[in-house]
Structures are given as C-alpha cells and as structure tokens.
C-alpha cells in the first residue's frame, strides 16, 4: 500500500463582485416590481406581497460579506435575476472546464507537476452543466492527460469524496496521481428572487493535486485517513433533471427546480451530524481535539462554523485554527473547504495536523486528516 498526499491545490476566482448592498438593492427593485404588478391580488388577500431583504439580516444570519458570480449583470437585473451565460459551441471548452482548467493549472504548479504525471482527473461538484460527455473527461483532454475520468456530485460534500476515491486509488497503487476538480457555478441553481436563500451562494473553483508521498517533490500534507457518511433528507433539494420535461409542468417555472432548503431544520440536524463524524474519525485516528492544529470547513454559515469547530476542537478556535472565506466568497458549495484550506495552509509546521470537513444536502459529510510535511 502506498501513502497519498495532497501536494497541491489552486483556486480560480471570477472577476465579478456583488456587494450585499447591489444584491439587497437589486431584490428589492425585483419585489417592489412583483408587488406592483400584483396590487390587484394583494388588494383582494390571494398574493401575500414580497417583503424586502436587508443587508443586516444577511450578515447576521451568515456571515456573508459578498459573493464572486460569473455573470452579475443578469443575476442583479430585477427583470431577469440570474446569470447570463454566452452560447458556447460544442467545439469549444464548456464553462465549468474552463473554470477547473484555470484552478488546476494553479494546483499542478503547486505540486511542480505536468499532464504525464497524473492518471485520473475526477470532477466532483454539486451541479453538472450537462449530462454527458462527463466534464471530468473535457479536463483530461483540455490538459493532455492520459488514463481515465469520470464526474460525481455529492453536493457540498464532493470534494471531500472525491478526494477518498483518489486517495483509495493512489493507496492500492492503481493510479500514480489524481486531479480533483471543483467547478461550482451556484449563481445557476440559486433563486435569486427568493430573499430567504437570495444571498447564500457564489461561484468559484477548486483543484486539489493528490499522489503518492514518496513521490512528493515539495512541502505536502500526507492524507493519515479520510471518513464520508449519507444519510437521506430533503431538506436541501433540488427538482431538476432531465426527467422534466416529461412530467405535467415540468417545464414550468417551478421554484422547486432551483436550490430549496429548509435553513432552520438543516442547521438543527447537520450540526449534531458533523460534530459526531468528526469526533468519531479522530477517534478512530487515535487523535485528540488538543492535537488538531487547523480545520477547514465547509463554508456554508459563521455561527455553523463557530459551532462546529468548538466542539471538534473542544475549545473556542482562535480565527487561525479555523479559517472563514465565506465571508468573501459565501457558501461555494463543495469548493468552500477546498478554498478555506488553500488559503490557510501554508504556514503549518512540519508534523502539524489539520482536517478538512465538508458537508450538505444528501446529508452527506466527508472529513480528511492531513499531516504537514515541509522538506
Ligand atoms: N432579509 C430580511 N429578512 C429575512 C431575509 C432577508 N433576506 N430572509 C429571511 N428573512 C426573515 C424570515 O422571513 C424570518 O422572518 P419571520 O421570523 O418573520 O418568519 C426571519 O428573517 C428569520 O428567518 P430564518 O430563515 O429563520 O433565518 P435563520 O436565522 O435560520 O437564517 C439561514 C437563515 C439560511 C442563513 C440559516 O438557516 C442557515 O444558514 N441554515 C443552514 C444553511 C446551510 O448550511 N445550508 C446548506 C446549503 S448547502
């Protein structure tokens, strides 16, 4: 058996900001338009009129400052409300290729690696932009990689089960090294006309560079061991598919074809989920809390992340030990952990352990323990 490690990671970010303010400014033109064109039906009770958001429930309630979008025009036009996207042709790189080539060139510089050193590309994401040819093999072909690749989605948590399906194959010796993609265009699932989830989400994307240690040619974090766990809920659900056009209304505009999530249940049953995982796989390490010396995490909403780390580190964590981009980037979906680690990582000393966590709709969780490496 062989030892995997990840030995690099890049992120691509967008060049579009939006602001709390614009996203605040830009539903409330939205809704006064909605109220204005319903005033009949709000005179008679049969439209209950939509209420304005506001910059201070948003960060409040999560911690989220801003958001990086790859189309703003559309999303803060109150007559559209979401992104715009150009026409690709199918002779040229999809969008969410596009983004993951930027994030993994950035990761296999990092790694001091090329194309011919990698034999698995895996694109793991919460949103697929079609159904086949799988994005993960675009990626191969864009880079010049050999081997194989295929998609998955396990939501927020894809990237952490992406990263156990390369470690398990690096460590039986299957494969040399893996590239792990994360594309997450969420501005394209998120309901921009709904003010109780309007300000969740951003997009980004994240690479990671994972490979055998032995082979590592610089600093590196050995993967010591790696845990996902499901269980079914449909608190975060989201209707579409490709089934939709053969059900009655099914290409309606529906609101359960964009991103639902009941927050208060989700908050009230995910935490109690991921504490437990976590506890139970530093258990099963032999680690305790007081060892752990960082813990990137899904970046989904501060006081979860507040929570969470508490009870994984059994202390309050100083702001160093757990990392929030969230309030740059909002939740990103399976690409927060991913950021949160690539920015904060770098400082940590030779033996340091850390653990990345992410986790979501599904429920699923995945947790990784990394140990530091510095040559
Ligand atoms: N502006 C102003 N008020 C708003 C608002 C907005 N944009 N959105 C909602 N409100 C109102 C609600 O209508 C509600 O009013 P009421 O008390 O009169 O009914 C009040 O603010 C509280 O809303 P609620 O949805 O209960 O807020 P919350 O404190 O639970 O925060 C979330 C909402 C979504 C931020 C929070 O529940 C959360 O983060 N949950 C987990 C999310 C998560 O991790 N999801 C995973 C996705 S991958």
Not at 200 to 216: H, M, P
Not at 271 to 279: E, G
């Amino acid at each position: 058996m062989f030892t995997a490690a990840i030995t690099g990671t890049g992120v691509f970010t967008p060049s579009q900001i939006i602001t709390n303010a614009e996203l605040v400014e830009a539903f409330n033109a939205y809704a006064d338009r909605i109220n204005g064109e319903r005033a009949d039906d709000i005179a008679a009770g049969t439209f209950e009129p939509l209420q304005h958001s506001s910059e201070d429930f948003i960060f409040k309630a999560s911690g989220i400052e801003q958001r990086y979008v790859m189309d703003k025009a559309g999303v803060l036009n109150p007559d559209i409300m979401y992104p715009q996207l150009r026409q690709r042709d199918d002779g040229e790189p999809g969008i969410m290729a596009e983004m993951a080539l930027d994030a993994a060139k950035k990761a296999l510089a990092q790694a001091g690696r090329t194309a011919q050193d990698i034999d698995l590309v895996i694109c793991a994401a919460s949103n697929l932009e079609r159904a086949y040819p799988a994005i993960a093999i675009e990626v191969q072909q864009l880079l010049g990689i050999k081997g194989f690749a295929f998609d998955m989605n396990v939501a927020c948590s894809s990237a952490t089960f992406g990263i156990q399906a390369a470690v398990d194959m690096i460590r039986t010796g299957s494969i040399r090294a893996a590239l792990v993609v994360n594309p997450e265009i969420c501005s394209g699932h998120l309901e921009w006309r709904d003010r109780d989830c309007h300000f969740i989400f951003g997009d980004v994307a994240t690479a990671t560079v994972l490979e055998r240690a032995e082979a590592a040619k610089g600093d590196h974090f050995e993967v010591l061991s790696s845990s996902c766990a499901t269980e079914f809920s449909n608190n975060i659900r989201n209707n579409n598919g490709y089934l939709r056009r053969s059900r009655p209304d099914g290409v309606e505009d529906r609101r359960d074809m964009q991103f639902m999530q009941n927050g208060r249940k989700v908050f009230k049953e995910v935490l109690p989920m991921v504490s437990q995982h976590i506890a139970d796989h530093m258990r099963k390490e032999d680690i305790d809390s007081s060892e752990l010396k960082r813990l990137w995490l899904h970046q989904a909403n501060k006081s979860m992340n507040d929570f969470i780390g508490k009870k994984a580190l059994g202390r309050r964590p100083a702001p160093d030990e757990q990392p929030n981009i969230l309030q740059d980037y909002a939740n990103t979906s399976s690409a927060g952990s991913i950021i949160a680690f690539s920015k904060h990582s770098d400082d940590m000393a030779e033996g340091d352990l850390g653990l990345i966590c992410s986790f979501g709709a599904g429920y699923s969780v995945g947790s990784v323990i990394l140990r530091r490496h510095r040559t």
